[in-house]
């Protein structure tokens, strides 16, 4: 489906093939919105492109796809429940990333990067990593994160990094912040090591590296940590 311009109404979208929503041009005339769009069986779903710098929100119906979902834009909401049975969940905000819609890749990924602002308030899974990465604030409020058989990674690299739910992961976990970093919820790496590196930091629930070791680092070389 292409064009500049996407109205949206209650679809659903059945093929076997890969579904590509994307404007003609470098990004869609307007800010866009999808509402009550259902993706079912697809192979793929990819929404917008790489230079597409409007802001998108996708609201209500249900993606369910085989393989990758991929979805750019610059602010993005994702309120629509996303499930990948064999692929990974790609989404790439040029400036922020609010999503209460659960994110689950089954045997894949999921990745979250770019934009000044990440804030999930729904669940994210995979199997295997699930990485953040940004310029600003990460916060995950009631998104509890896991990996049931890789890596968990945040990098804001220049911004906060506050948890207020769980970060669970087979392998290590990874935190590193460019600002402060507060954990308000248990983060736990099963078979490997935690790492949590900041300036800052405020700890205010259990670390647990099961099997592996929990390293505690400054951001700034010889910096003392204040914790």
């Known amino acids: 489906v292409r064009g ?16 590509v929503i994307e404007p003609v041009a470098n990004l869609f005339s307007e800010n866009t919105t999808l509402t009550n769009q259902t993706f079912t069986g697809n192979a793929s ?20 796809v085989t393989g990758n979902y991929t979805l750019y834009g610059s602010a993005i909401t994702q309120t629509t429940p996303v499930t990948t049975s064999a692929g990974s969940i790609f989404i790439y905000p040029s400036t922020t990333y609010a999503g209460a819609g659960a994110l689950t890749s089954t045997l894949g990924a999921v990745t979250i990067s770019g934009g000044s602002s ?54 290590n976990v990874s935190l590193s912040s460019g600002g402060n970093m507060t954990l308000g919820a248990a983060t736990t790496a099963n078979t490997s090591d935690v790492l949590l590196t900041a300036d800052t930091m405020a700890i205010n629930a259990t670390v647990s ?7 505690i680092a400054p951001r700034t070389d010889a910096l003392q940590i204040n914790l």
């Open 209 to 215: 590296a099961a099997s592996g070791v929990v390293t």
């Open 118 to 171: 990440i804030s999930p308030t729904g669940a994210i899974s995979a199997a295997g990593n699930v990485s953040f990465s940004g310029s600003g604030e990460f916060t995950n409020s009631t998104a509890a994160i896991s990996s049931s058989a890789g890596a968990i990674s945040i990098t804001s690299s220049g911004g906060t990094i506050t948890t207020s739910a769980s970060l669970t992961a087979q392998t």
């Open 45 to 64: 779903l990819t929404i917008g492109k790489s230079t597409n710098t409007r802001t998108m929100t996708v609201t209500g119906g249900a993606i369910n």
């Open 4 to 19: 500049d311009r996407y109205s949206s109404g209650t679809t659903i979208y059945k093929s076997t093939g890969n579904v």
